[in-house]
């Protein structure tokens, strides 16, 4: 069984940072691809940053020189350094490999 466990969200100003993370178990870590996704009050669902198991990594052109994503494939754990943030940002912010998401994680920009 495959599983996925964001931690991390929470209320930040505009400027700061939070650092996300994505838990997995039941899958081969180090071998496969992760990606975080977000969505917005009324809005898709979209992409923000990828990593695949060779550590090739993408980003939208939102976040680009913004986000981070990087792995620990000791802790099978997925993380996502959040700098700069802005009102745009806020969105619930889920975990996904293969078929299979996180609940999601809130991510609230405010002042």
């Known amino acids: 069984q495959v599983h996925l466990v964001e931690s991390g969200g929470g209320l930040v100003q505009p400027g700061g940072s939070l650092r996300l993370s994505c838990t997995t178990s039941?899958?081969?870590?180090?071998?496969?691809?992760v990606d975080w996704y977000r969505q917005a009050p009324g809005k898709q669902r979209e992409l923000v940053a990828g990593?695949?198991?060779?550590?090739?990594?993408s980003y939208s052109d939102s976040v680009k020189g913004r986000f981070t994503i990087s792995r620990d494939n000791a802790k099978k754990t997925v993380y996502l350094q959040m700098n700069s943030l802005t009102p745009e940002d806020t969105a619930d912010y889920y975990c996904?490999?293969?078929?299979?998401w996180g609940q999601g994680t809130q991510v609230t920009v405010s002042s």
């Open positions: 996904h490999h293969d078929l299979f």
């Open positions: 039941g899958i081969i870590f180090s071998s496969y691809a």
């Open positions: 990593i695949t198991g060779d550590d090739i990594t």
